[in-house]
């Protein structure tokens, strides 16, 4: 560059200009998003959480089918054959409005959109998913279960064949979506290996209770699927995949989210932070002019804008069919926890109003807590990175 030449001006909004990584289509996916997050959701969430309820579910899930943001980044069968990366920008700007609306899109279409894209038969596929990607049919995926979180392979459901159909029995929690949903991905234990079923949710023997009480994505559905032998025709099992590589690819691509949308709370806090200090005034001054409050701020912007950077890196990679779990992994791990310090920050930088739901910042450090340990915990993904980084297996 020329001496001559003249710099861009400085932008609080994007101080490492990580937009100029981005393409004009990109940019058209994240202002739609966001703003239909804006009109859609950010005028009630607060209400929505401190009732503890997602009032009118379908009409918003067939709202984002409207915009193209269920089943992203698959291709045909109504997906929008979005790029990795324009995925992650949907998911960022789904999460600054809240963490349960980017788990209803990331259930969707990470979870039980990408198991019957990737792993079911023709004749499965065309049933469900232009459905589910128009939003007309919403979906939930069943691996967790009461006494088996991180240990997938214990885990106790199980299908058995009896003739030509399958019956199943058993257990799954804290499922998103699983109360209001028409199509459940469930995984069972059977004699060949871990499965993956296409199960109705209006088959006989199912039923998808709603956890209550919860402190965190207040704003969500969250079930438990009950299955008391649910019979199900031979044809309803995924034909493409056995064992625990089917719903851990599944886990990846979810994760790969939750990577891009920890950063879209964090920049909501950071935003309530930044307006706050500029505006309270202690002292005679507003309190963003004091050097403890700049030194806050600033930190936040590094750890948030290198987080987005990370995210989008790894979207890169993605596209380019170089992604590797756990790489995943390291992203998660580290937007998360940086996600949690930031919004924790804004709450000293708030006081006293940072408890208060007229703000963001308290309801999305609650759902980080969530987000921390929901599709891996950080010791999972610390141990998934240990033996990467040195080759020995510490889960054993």
Known sequence: MSASAKLPPFDPAD????????????????????AWAGDRVLPYVADWYEKGELPGIRE???????????????????????????????????????????????????????????????????????????????????????????????MGTHAKRDGGDWVLNGRKMWI??????????????????????????????????????????RASVTSELVLDDVRLPADAVLPEVTGLRGPLSCLTHARYGIVWGAMGAARACFEAAVDYAKSREQFGRPI???????????????ELHKGILLAHHLGRRMDAGRLRSEQVSFGKLNNVRE?????????????????????????HATNLESVLTYEGT?????????????GIDAFR
């Not at 101080?15 to 966001?34: Q, W």
């Not at 039980?112 to 499965?124: D, S, V, W």
């Open 176 to 217: 998103t979506n699983g109360s209001v949903a028409g199509v459940a991905v469930v995984w069972a234990q059977t004699d060949d290996g871990i499965r993956g079923f296409v199960v109705p949710t209006d088959s006989a023997g199912f039923s998808a209770p709603e956890i209550k009480h919860k402190w965190s994505l």
């Open 339 to 363: 996600a949690i310090d930031i919004c924790r920050t804004a709450r000293t930088i708030l006081g006293a109003n940072g408890i208060s739901l007229e703000y963001p910042v308290m309801r």
């Open 60 to 154: 918003l899930a067939r709202e984002l089918g409207g915009i193209g943001a269920l089943g992203m980044p698959l291709s045909g069968y109504g997906c929008a054959g979005a790029s990795a990366v324009q995925y992650g920008l949907a998911c960022l700007e789904l999460e600054a409005a809240d963490s349960g609306i980017r788990s209803l899109v990331s259930v969707q279409g990470s979870l039980a959109m990408y198991a019957i894209h990737r792993f079911g038969g023709e004749e499965q596929k065309q049933r469900w998913l232009p459905g589910m990607a128009a939003g007309e049919v919403i979906g939930c995926f069943g691996l967790t279960e009461p006494d088996h979180g991180s240990d997938p392979a214990a």
């Open 378 to 390: 950080v010791e999972m993904h610390q141990l998934v990175l240990g033996k990467a980084l040195t």
């Open 288 to 302: 963003g002019g004091f050097q403890l409050t700049q030194a806050k701020l600033a930190d936040m912007a590094v």
């Open 15 to 34: 101080p490492l200009g990580l937009d100029d990584l981005l393409e004009p289509e990109d940019l058209a996916v994240r202002d739609t998003v966001r």
